[in-house]
């Protein structure tokens, strides 16, 4: 049987059931499914009894400015607030995966108004290798990896 994988919440809801109770019959007898706090921490009593007799791992846990990929729908999320973070490493787990670099940055253009990728006359770029800002005079001629500053319909000064 393979090792379970657990959030950080669970995994440190066990310690603390291990330090409390020193057998594995007794840790499920008298464990509730939720901590001191009254937060939830199993869902199923399986996943606590396979845990403690298989072992477990850490899930991959996401931290605040991840892009995550709903998998139901097709949009991409950046985890901007801590609640956010907190209802992605728990109960919106298994609705969600890491957003590639590629749905992060189409996702990103496409809630400024543009196709992705698309650069118009008058955006700021910055040059990626050497750290130069410049506007854009012609798209076509763009060449080199650059990272959008600012929008031409966003700048102030024009």
């Not at 066990?14 to 001191?36: G, Q, V, W």
């Not at 892009?67 to 992605?88: P, S, T």
Request: include cysteine; charge should be neutral.
């Amino acid at each position: 049987m393979e090792k379970v994988k657990l959030t950080k919440e669970q995994a440190e809801r066990i310690e603390e059931l291990r330090e409390k109770h020193k057998s594995n019959f007794m840790i499920i007898r008298n464990a509730s499914f939720t901590d001191p706090r009254g937060k939830v921490t199993f869902d199923d009593p399986d996943q606590l009894v396979k845990a403690l007799y298989f072992g477990y791992e850490i899930k991959e846990q996401y931290k605040k400015g991840d892009w995550v990929k709903l998998k139901d729908r097709n949009e991409a999320i950046k985890l901007r607030y801590d609640w956010m973070v907190d209802q992605a490493n728990g109960i919106h787990y298994e609705r969600i995966r890491p957003a590639t670099d590629e749905e992060a940055s189409a996702e990103w253009f496409k809630r400024h108004g543009r196709e992705h990728l698309e650069i118009k006359k008058g955006d700021i770029l910055k040059r990626v290798s050497t750290g130069f800002i410049f506007e854009v005079t012609d798209p076509d001629t763009l060449t080199g990896y650059c990272k959008v500053v600012c929008f031409a319909e966003d700048r102030k000064d024009i």
